[in-house]
C-alpha cells in the first residue's frame, strides 16, 4: 500500500540554525510533491510545489529537493526564526487537480 | 487571493443530531473541493472529493449516507454528518482548487466538532 512516512519525533532546533525535515514514500510515483505549515487549531497553508521532473526548488528561506530514485523529499528552512515553530506536512499528488495524500507531519520547535 | 473559509469554525451539538458546515472559495471559483478530516496528533485523512454538479467520490471506508457532500455551485461545497455521535468529533477541513491552478489545494481554517 501507499506509504508516506516524515519524522514523527518532534524537531528541536536553536533560532537562526537550517532545519532540515524528511518526507519518504513508497509505493508510490508522484507527479509533484507539496509542503504545507499548519499551526495548532488551523487548516494547512501551501509552502512550495515541487515537480517530478525537478530536483530543487526555494522560495525565501525555504528550499525543497525532490529525488525520485530514492523516494525522498528534503525540507529545510534557513536562519530559522521562532514563528517558524510550526507542525510542517509533505503531501503528494499523482495528478494536477488530483486528490492529495499526506504524511503525518513534522512538529518544529525553533528555541530563541 | 485564493481565499476559502469554512462555516462554522466550531459546533458543539448532542448526539443524534445532524450537523452542516460550509466550504466556500471567496475569490475564484474551485472546480474541485476536497473534505478532510483530523483527529488529534493525527495528520489529514482525506474522506471525499467533490466536483460541482456531481456526486462526491467518497475514498474506502468513509460512509457517504453519514458524511453527505453537496456540490452546488463552483464557490460552495458543504458537509453534512448526519445522526453525528461522539466518534465523529473531529476537525473537519476542506480544501478547494482552482481551474486556473490545478496544482494547488487551498485550505479553510477548518470546523472544530463536538458531539457530546
Known amino acids: 500500500s501507499q506509504k508516506i512516512e516524515q519524522n514523527s519525533e518532534a524537531l528541536n532546533i536553536q533560532e537562526g540554525k537550517t532545519a532540515t525535515l524528511t518526507c519518504n514514500y513508497t509505493?508510490?510515483?508522484?507527479?509533484?510533491l507539496q509542503w504545507y505549515r499548519q499551526d495548532p487549531g488551523r487548516g494547512p497553508v501551501f509552502l512550495l510545489l515541487?515537480?517530478?521532473?525537478?530536483k530543487e526548488k526555494r522560495k525565501e528561506r525555504l528550499k525543497v529537493t525532490f529525488d525520485t530514485t530514492l523516494k525522498q523529499s528534503l525540507f529545510h528552512i534557513t536562519a530559522s526564526q521562532p514563528a517558524d515553530s510550526a507542525t510542517y506536512l509533505c503531501a503528494l499528488a499523482k495528478s494536477a487537480g488530483n486528490k492529495l495524500t499526506f504524511g503525518g507531519g513534522t512538529r518544529v520547535l525553533v528555541k530563541p | 487571493g485564493a481565499v476559502v473559509s469554512q462555516h462554522p469554525s466550531w459546533v458543539i451539538c448532542k448526539s443524534g443530531t445532524s450537523v452542516k458546515i460550509e466550504c466556500r472559495s471567496l475569490?475564484?471559483?474551485?472546480?474541485?473541493m476536497f473534505w478532510y478530516r483530523q483527529f488529534p496528533k493525527q495528520s489529514l485523512m482525506l474522506m471525499a472529493t467533490?466536483?460541482?454538479?456531481?456526486?462526491?467520490?467518497?475514498e474506502q471506508g468513509v460512509e457517504k449516507d453519514k458524511f453527505l457532500i453537496n456540490h452546488a455551485s463552483l464557490t460552495l461545497s458543504t458537509l453534512t454528518v448526519t445522526s453525528a455521535h461522539p466518534e465523529d468529533s473531529s476537525f473537519y477541513i476542506c480544501s478547494a482548487v482552482a481551474g486556473h491552478d490545478p496544482e494547488t489545494q487551498y485550505f479553510g481554517p477548518g470546523t472544530r466538532l463536538l458531539v457530546l
Open positions: 509505493n508510490y510515483s508522484p507527479a509533484y
Open positions: 515541487i515537480r517530478e521532473n525537478e
Open positions: 475569490d475564484f471559483q474551485a472546480t474541485t
Open positions: 467533490s466536483n460541482e454538479g456531481s456526486k462526491a467520490t467518497y
